[in-house]
């Protein structure tokens, strides 16, 4: 069996990128920052390079160049916001360029090829002075400057090995499609802890309420940021970079950390090759499948709103008495969006039980009367406590489902995904037909989330 050393070595190893493409992206760089220079505005002060690129601790597989567009501060936050994308568009042109949205719109381009992968982000700021923060992306030049003076040429290679391992879970990224850590989340964890050994050793220890810092933490700062794990960023305290973390993420994270320690192997930086049929088989006819089309926008738009609708539907269902196992959305973002829900049951018994309040509550038992008198068939007590059965109008999930839908398009204007479905969307049972290849892709990445368990 490896060691934690020999595994982090052999992983450290592999995930040095290549001179010759160091070379390509230095290039690709220079000639973008001419570009945005060359857009000859007064109200731009400055071009900073950063992302993981020009913090040394990028992936061959997955790199991010940034252009931080510094502005003059006292342009107004519309002009500001206009004068980024005009920026970002001129310097990317060659690059198919696109709106993306954090705080404030930017620039994203990709760069094909033999560079296939690179992603390329035009952000405008404001140059302003520490903790003088005027919009979210002022912070981002600081941080590349406080990465490139703190961490050494191992603690990159100790970064880019918490990268591997993040990514090989599926937790690594902030966007709202995924809900992880971040790359700088990632340097702010090998800086505080020193190696990506002690990172792993940190969080399969993790307590509720933990705080990372690299000053000592402010107990005090629980009740200020409420979130799974408070991560304060080093150069505003004000900050809490945990917040992107969602709890199953950050879960996840722990409960990897502890298996690696236990047993390390390189298959934890691996992303798994096993083949789902069997499972997907067994699991068709426990699966709820909402399939429907979507209209193109912004990725970080479409996943916030596919999340928040997920979330309602699951809740109505389970309010009606079904019970989700698991729920899961997905999407190409280009055409085509799924809920997924894996449910114990598709029917409802055709009686539903509701249990009132005790014999002695005078008023809440003249209350549960008065309500459910008339639709019950039958209404006892049991034990000091007052129940009724009454007659469920539709047991079918798919019933209920489809109703669900049908009143968020009737409530008032359509609007995001309740103006999508609006459009058309089918309910199904997942053994009831033959499977799209982008549902039975959306079935197997639902499969695999948490697949380094087993």
Same mark, same amino acid.
């Given at each position: 069996?490896?060691?934690?050393?020999?595994? *982090?070595?052999?992983?450290?190893?592999?995930?040095?990128?290549?001179?010759?493409?160091?070379?390509?992206?230095?290039?690709?760089?220079? /000639?973008? %920052?001419? /570009?945005?220079?060359?857009?000859?505005?007064?109200?731009?002060?400055?071009?900073? !390079?950063?992302?993981?690129?020009?913090?040394?601790?990028?992936?061959?597989?997955?790199?991010?160049?940034?252009?931080?567009?510094?502005?003059e501060?006292?342009?107004?936050?519309?002009?500001?916001e206009?004068?980024?994308?005009?920026?970002?568009?001129?310097?990317?042109?060659?690059y198919?360029?696109?709106?993306?949205?954090?705080?404030?719109?930017?620039?994203?381009g990709?760069v094909?090829?033999?560079?296939?992968?690179?992603?390329?982000?035009?952000?405008?700021?404001? =140059?302003?002075?520490?903790?003088?923060?005027?919009?979210?992306?002022?912070?981002?030049?600081?941080?590349?400057?406080?990465?490139?003076t703190?961490?050494?040429?191992?603690?990159?290679?100790?970064?880019r090995?918490?990268?591997?391992?993040l990514?090989?879970?599926?937790?690594?990224?902030? %966007? &709202?499609?995924?809900?992880?850590?971040?790359?700088y989340?990632?340097?702010?964890?090998?800086?505080?802890?020193?190696?990506?050994?002690?990172?792993?050793?940190?969080?399969?220890?993790?307590?509720?309420?933990?705080? !990372?810092?690299? /000053?000592?933490?402010? %107990?005090?700062l629980?009740?200020?940021?409420r979130?799974?794990?408070?991560i304060?960023?080093? &150069?505003?305290?004000?900050?809490?970079?945990?917040?992107?973390?969602?709890?199953e993420? +950050?879960a996840?994270?722990?409960?990897?950390?502890?298996?690696?320690?236990?047993?390390?192997?390189?298959?934890f930086?691996?992303?798994?090759?096993?083949?789902n049929?069997?499972?997907?088989?067994?699991?068709?006819?426990?699966?709820? &499948?909402?399939?429907?089309?979507?209209?193109?926008?912004?990725?970080? @738009?479409?996943?916030?709103?596919?999340?928040?609708?997920?979330?309602?539907?699951?809740?109505?269902?389970?309010?009606?008495?079904?019970?989700?196992?698991?729920?899961?959305?997905?999407?190409?973002?280009?055409?085509?969006?799924?809920? @997924?829900f894996?449910?114990?049951?598709?029917?409802?018994?055709?009686?539903?039980?509701?249990?009132?309040?005790k014999?002695?509550?005078?008023?809440?038992?003249d209350?549960?009367?008065?309500?459910?008198?008339?639709?019950?068939?039958?209404?006892?007590?049991?034990?000091?406590?007052?129940?009724? @059965?009454? /007659?469920?109008?539709?047991?079918?999930?798919?019933?209920? *489902?489809?109703q669900?839908?049908?009143?968020?398009?009737?409530?008032? =204007?359509?609007?995001?995904?309740?103006?999508?479905?609006?459009?058309?969307?089918?309910i199904?049972?997942?053994?009831?037909?033959? +499977?799209?290849?982008?549902?039975?892709?959306?079935?197997?990445?639902? !499969?695999?989330?948490?697949?380094? &368990?087993?």
């Amino acid at each position: 069996m490896n060691s934690i050393d020999e595994v *982090t070595r052999m992983i450290s190893e592999s995930s040095f990128p290549p001179k010759s493409k160091q070379n390509e992206l230095e290039k690709i760089s220079k /000639e973008i %920052q001419k /570009e945005i220079m060359n857009f000859n505005d007064k109200r731009i002060l400055n071009v900073i !390079v950063g992302g993981s690129f020009a913090k040394g601790t990028w992936l061959e597989d997955d790199t991010d160049i940034d252009f931080f567009v510094m502005i003059e501060p006292a342009v107004e936050r519309n002009e500001f916001e206009e004068l980024g994308k005009s920026v970002g568009f001129h310097a990317l042109k060659k690059y198919n360029p696109y709106l993306r949205y954090s705080e404030h719109p930017y620039v994203e381009g990709k760069v094909n090829g033999k560079l296939n992968g690179i992603r390329i982000n035009i952000v405008p700021c404001y =140059k302003v002075q520490l903790n003088k923060w005027k919009s979210a992306a002022d912070r981002s030049p600081f941080h590349t400057i406080f990465m490139e003076t703190k961490l050494n040429e191992f603690l990159k290679s100790e970064v880019r090995v918490l990268k591997k391992f993040l990514k090989s879970i599926g937790i690594y990224g902030s %966007q &709202i499609s995924v809900s992880g850590f971040s790359g700088y989340v990632t340097e702010v964890l090998i800086l505080k802890y020193g190696s990506f050994r002690n990172v792993l050793q940190t969080f399969a220890e993790l307590t509720s309420n933990y705080i !990372v810092s690299l /000053e000592s933490p402010d %107990q005090s700062l629980i009740e200020k940021f409420r979130s799974p794990i408070i991560i304060i960023d080093p &150069i505003d305290s004000n900050r809490n970079l945990g917040s992107a973390i969602s709890a199953e993420c +950050l879960a996840k994270f722990v409960l990897a950390s502890r298996l690696f320690l236990k047993a390390p192997s390189t298959k934890f930086f691996m992303k798994s090759s096993r083949s789902n049929i069997k499972i997907i088989s067994d699991i068709k006819s426990n699966l709820l &499948i909402i399939d429907f089309k979507i209209r193109i926008r912004s990725p970080d @738009i479409l996943w916030g709103q596919l999340k928040k609708k997920l979330t309602s539907i699951s809740k109505q269902l389970a309010n009606a008495g079904f019970e989700i196992i698991k729920k899961f959305c997905f999407t190409d973002e280009q055409e085509h969006a799924a809920f @997924i829900f894996m449910i114990k049951y598709t029917n409802l018994p055709k009686i539903k039980l509701n249990v009132g309040p005790k014999i002695f509550l005078k008023n809440e038992t003249d209350s549960f009367i008065k309500k459910r008198g008339e639709k019950s068939i039958m209404t006892w007590t049991d034990d000091m406590t007052i129940v009724s @059965i009454e /007659e469920r109008e539709k047991t079918s999930i798919k019933e209920h *489902t489809n109703q669900i839908i049908q009143n968020y398009i009737e409530s008032g =204007k359509p609007v995001g995904i309740s103006l999508d479905l609006n459009n058309g969307y089918s309910i199904y049972i997942g053994n009831e037909k033959k +499977l799209s290849s982008f549902i039975y892709s959306a079935i197997n990445h639902m !499969v695999r989330d948490g697949e380094f &368990i087993r």
